[in-house]
T-cell receptor
Framework: AQKITQTQPGMFVQEKEAVTLDCTYD???????LFWYKQPSSGEMIFLIY??????QNATEGRYSLNFQKARKSANLVISASQLGDSAMYFC??????????????FGAGTRLFVKA | NAGVTQTPKFRVLKTGQSMTLLCAQD?????MYWYRQDPGMGLRLIHY???????AKGEVPDGYNVSRLKKQNFLLGLESAAPSQTSVYFC????????????????FGAGSRLTVL
């Protein structure tokens, strides 16, 4: 069964430091995509970064990088130089094939990040 | 460009009442999804659609029905609301896109908060 696991309900980080949010996934399909989304207290969902299962290099987007370890089935999000505005809920997600040939995207339970001044 | 629009934004129902949540997207996306978000459980997929006239069950479909009569609209119905359906509901859409590109990023609506008394 396809599944996303985020084991850190909450994380604290000091402003300007780096933080890693953990994500492990489970799928038997060779083709899949991994995403991270941010949800601030205002409630909207904001796309951060994407990694395809065939991508050879780890994805990076500004201060965000995705530490993709395919053999371990992990896709951790690294935020460098944390800012107060990074305080939010972060969701890891996976897009995978369904048994009817389409795609669906499933999410983990999320990690709430608190950035301390 | 409105993106993904959900209506209504808030609704209070009594147990046993019915209602429909409307999701409309103007990006010509093939895929549309309905999720519910509950504390500690992340976003769980209710139903999704891979194209006009098609729907499929997600992780938690019981108690909900959906229809996609037009490509731009995806309706979520509750025939007989229960307190367990109190949640924030998110609609999302995406292109067909493969795994090689990031074109399958989800665009979310602002969410609909439903309370069932």
């Amino acid at each position: 069964a396809q599944k996303i696991t985020q084991t850190q309900p909450g994380m604290f980080v000091q402003e300007k430091e780096a933080v890693t949010l953990d994500c492990t996934y489970d799928t038997s399909d060779p083709s899949y995509g991994l995403f991270w989304y941010k949800q601030p207290s205002s409630g909207e969902m904001i796309f951060l970064i994407y990694q395809g299962s065939y991508d050879q290099q780890n994805a990076t987007e500004g201060r965000y990088s995705l530490n993709f370890q395919k053999a371990r089935k992990s896709a951790n999000l690294v935020i460098s130089a944390s800012q107060l505005g990074d305080s939010a809920m972060y969701f890891c997600a996976m897009r995978a094939l369904t048994n009817t040939g389409g795609f669906k995207t499933i999410f983990g339970a999320g990690t709430r990040l608190f950035v301390k001044a | 460009n409105a993106g993904v629009t959900q209506t209504p934004k808030f609704r209070v129902l009594k147990t046993g009442q019915s209602m429909t949540l409307l999701c409309a997207q103007d990006m010509n996306h093939e895929y549309m999804y309905w999720y519910r978000q509950d504390p500690g459980m992340g976003l769980r997929l209710i139903h999704y659609s891979v194209g006009e006239g098609t729907t499929a069950k997600g992780e938690v479909p019981d108690g909900y029905n959906v229809s996609r009569l037009k490509k731009q609209n995806f309706l979520l119905g509750l025939e007989s609301a229960a307190p367990s359906q109190t949640s924030v509901y998110f609609c999302a859409s995406s292109y067909l896109g493969g795994f090689i590109s990031g074109a399958n990023v989800l665009t979310f609506g602002a969410g609909s908060r439903l309370t069932v008394l």
